[in-house]
C-alpha cells in the first residue's frame, strides 16, 4: 500500500506563508529529490495556484540550477487539485479531482506504485482528521512571523506522531520526519 506524505514548510511559530520561507539551493534539491520519488501530488485550489509560479521556469531558466530543476520536477509530477470553484485546469501534469478527498484518497492508496505526496495545508488537515496522512514531513525555517495562517488550525482530535529522523540543512532550517502512530492517538 503507498504511503500519504504530507510535506509542509512552517516558521519556528508554526505559521506555514509561503512568503516567509527562506528557500535556498539545499532546500529546493531536497523537494526536487521528493518529487522525483514520489507518483502523484494532491493540492487544493489555493497551493495550486501558488504552484503554477514554477511553470514559466521549465521554459525560461531563471538562471539558478536548484530552482529550474525543482521547476522541472513539479512540472513533471502528476497533480490531482481539489477545489469546489475550479472547473478546468490547463497544466498538462494536472486534474481535477473526480471524487470525495477521502475516497480518491483511499483508492489512491489501493494503487501500485510509489508515494502520494500532499503540499496544501487544507488537504493536510482535512487528511490528518481522517488519520490518512502516513507520514509528515515539516521544514522548519528559523524565522518568526508572529501572525499568519497555522499548518493545525482546525485539527479536531489529538494526533500522535512518532519521529523518525531530522535533515539540518545549513541555513538553518531543520526538517523533521514523523510517521502517524496510530496506537497512541486518543481524544
Not at 16 to 33: F, N, R, V
Not at 48 to 60: A, D, G, H, I, T
Not at 73 to 101: Q, R, T
Request: aromatic share 10%; with cysteine.
Amino acid at each position: 500500500m503507498r504511503k500519504v506524505i504530507a510535506a509542509f514548510n512552517m516558521t519556528l511559530d508554526g505559521f506555514c506563508d509561503h512568503t516567509a520561507g527562506i528557500p535556498d539551493e539545499e532546500i529546493h534539491l531536497h523537494y526536487t529529490h521528493l518529487l522525483n520519488s514520489a507518483d502523484v501530488i494532491l493540492y487544493g485550489r489555493i497551493t495550486y495556484q501558488l504552484m503554477e509560479y514554477w511553470r514559466p521556469f521549465v521554459k525560461n531558466s531563471s538562471g539558478e540550477k536548484s530552482m529550474d530543476d525543482f521547476a522541472l520536477a513539479i512540472d513533471k509530477i502528476p497533480k490531482v487539485v481539489f477545489s469546489n470553484s475550479m472547473k478546468n485546469i490547463d497544466w498538462a501534469s494536472a486534474k481535477l479531482a473526480e471524487g470525495m478527498l477521502k475516497d480518491e484518497i483511499l483508492k489512491l492508496k489501493q494503487q501500485a506504485g510509489r508515494d502520494i505526496l500532499v503540499g496544501s495545508r487544507s488537504l493536510i488537515v482535512q487528511l490528518m482528521n481522517l488519520n490518512l496522512i502516513d507520514e509528515l514531513q515539516l521544514c522548519i525555517y528559523p524565522v518568526v512571523v508572529g501572525q499568519g495562517l497555522s499548518l493545525f488550525e482546525h485539527i479536531s482530535d489529538r494526533i500522535v506522531f512518532k519521529l523518525l529522523k531530522t535533515r539540518c540543512f545549513s541555513g538553518g532550517s531543520v526538517l523533521l520526519y514523523y510517521q502517524y502512530n496510530p496506537t497512541s492517538t486518543s481524544s
